[in-house]
């Protein structure tokens, strides 16, 4: 079946460090690629994605890009800030019995601090 | 415009009761999931509406959990005979159709002492 795996947290940086969470995936198919965050208190938000093998997804200042040959989605920020601390969840979803069935990793906790 | 709602946020409960949990869905979408999040994990399917019908609960732990969507909004997610287990966050999404992007609520956090 279909798994995620990426890097346990927490992750503590200092503002404007650059940040990398590692995600790999395994995939029967040709899976569709998020990064989902998680605020506190608050919900799931979608934070960027891709569809497609080297696609790169971007927003806020992250990006991530498959990579098939590595099977990887690696999350990426130049120069995180306090607001950034977070759980971060790297997840895949493929069509199956005619749905986007979503699978996700355990989440990395970030926490940035000033 | 509004997005997925849930409640109560919070729940707590003794073991053995029966809890109900809502999900509100965006308006107009037809698909509807629940998942669990457990403590330090991602989260997990449970099930899958698609309109009024279940149309894959496979992740349904155990014949404790049933869920319903009786016209096609809202649902409404039934456990019984609660167990310590069971404590977790309870997530809803919705999207747009069965295909589409998954938006999510903000959970309801089940306590079960």
């Known amino acids: 079946g279909n798994s995620v795996t990426q890097m346990e947290g927490p992750v503590t940086l200092s503002e404007e460090a650059f940040l990398t969470i590692n995600c790999t995936y395994t995939a029967t198919g040709y899976p569709s690629l998020f990064w989902y965050v998680q605020y506190p208190g608050e919900g799931l938000q979608l934070l960027l994605k891709a569809t497609k093998a080297d696609d790169k997804g971007s927003n806020k200042g992250f990006e991530a890009t498959y990579r098939k040959e590595t099977t990887s989605f690696h999350l990426e920020k130049g120069s995180v800030q306090v607001s950034d601390s977070a759980v971060y969840f790297c997840?895949?979803?493929?069509?199956?019995?005619?749905?986007?069935?979503?699978?996700f990793g355990t989440g990395t906790k970030l926490q940035v601090i000033p | 415009g509004a997005g997925v709602s849930q409640t109560p946020s919070n729940k707590v409960t003794e073991k053995g009761k029966y809890v109900e949990l809502r999900c509100d869905p965006i308006s107009g979408h037809t698909a509807l999931y629940w998942y669990r999040q457990s403590l330090g994990q991602g989260p997990e399917f449970l099930i899958y509406f698609q309109g009024t019908g279940a149309a894959d609960d496979s992740g349904l732990p155990n014949d404790r959990f049933f869920a319903v969507r009786p016209e096609g909004s809202v649902s409404t997610l039934k456990i019984q005979r609660t167990e310590r287990g069971d404590s977790a966050v309870y997530l809803c999404?919705?999207?747009?159709?069965?295909?589409?992007?998954?938006?999510f609520g903000p959970g309801t956090r089940l306590t079960v002492t």
């Open positions: 997840a895949l979803s493929e069509v199956r019995g005619g749905y986007q069935k979503v699978t």
């Open positions: 999404a919705s999207s747009q159709d069965r295909e589409g992007e998954q938006y």
